[in-house]
């Protein structure tokens, strides 16, 4: 419901908060860690929010689904306390994080693309011809070993690391993505979900997913920055003009 703000009526707590489905003390809380502006009090110490509160509010909640709550909460920060330009450097690095995002994503399916499970009845490999192979040092992957990402196991008699086909598999794609120039603390993840799609084939559909869920988060980031910079120009206005009917910070 439109209050009649020209009769200069504000809006309540509880008026933002419905029109959201959120709880009074939300609201309250939002304005407490800056994420709304500081409300005016009427006599009796009530708060009351005005169509810029409103908006706030819609750009913070259109910001959540595209930066998170923690990134969209300090981009609000920075845009009530003046520092725009550290709110657009906080937004930049959320899109840096989704470029490098797309380009693992790229770089998983480069080194997927030709890499096929090793067969079962090949047997097992130990770490000296595995390294051979790969032109590698045995010590590099004892390294890769004790970061987490292959986990061969042990001969009983002789001590020896034995490699199976799975691991053999997994010791291929590190490869790969490191000839690529990626981080070990980056490759783990990218292991941990080959491992539990139980296999390289069973990765098309979480490949499909990933892009989906990028995809989807870029247009979240959109709808975001859309909502924000409604919200600036809605504070570059005269506070009067705010509050006229039709003007560019609705309700």
Known sequence: ???NLQNGEHLRPVD?????????QAIRNYEADGILPAADRTPHGYRTYTPLH?????AFLALVPGHGHQTAASIMQAVNRDATEDALRLIDESHAQLLDDRRTLQAVEAALHDLSPVP???GDTFVGPLAKR???RP??????????????????????????????RDV??????????YLLEQISPLIAQVRSAGGIAPLESTLRDWHA???????????GAAALDAYLDCRQEPPTSRERKGGSCPL
Do not use: C, F, N
């Open 1 to 3: 419901m439109r209050r």
């Open 16 to 24: 933002l908060a419905r029109r959201h489905g959120l709880s009074t």
């Open 54 to 58: 409103a908006q706030a509010l819609r």
């Open 120 to 122: 079962q009845e090949r």
């Open 134 to 136: 790969l032109g590698i």
């Open 139 to 168: 010590a590099t992957l004892r390294k890769w070993e004790r970061a987490g990402l292959v986990h061969p196991r042990r001969d009983p008699q002789t001590g020896y690391r034995v490699y199976s086909a799975a691991d053999v």
């Open 172 to 181: 291929l794609l590190i490869h790969q993505l490191r000839r690529g120039g």
């Open 213 to 223: 869920r990028l995809s989807a988060l870029s247009r979240a980031m959109l709808t």
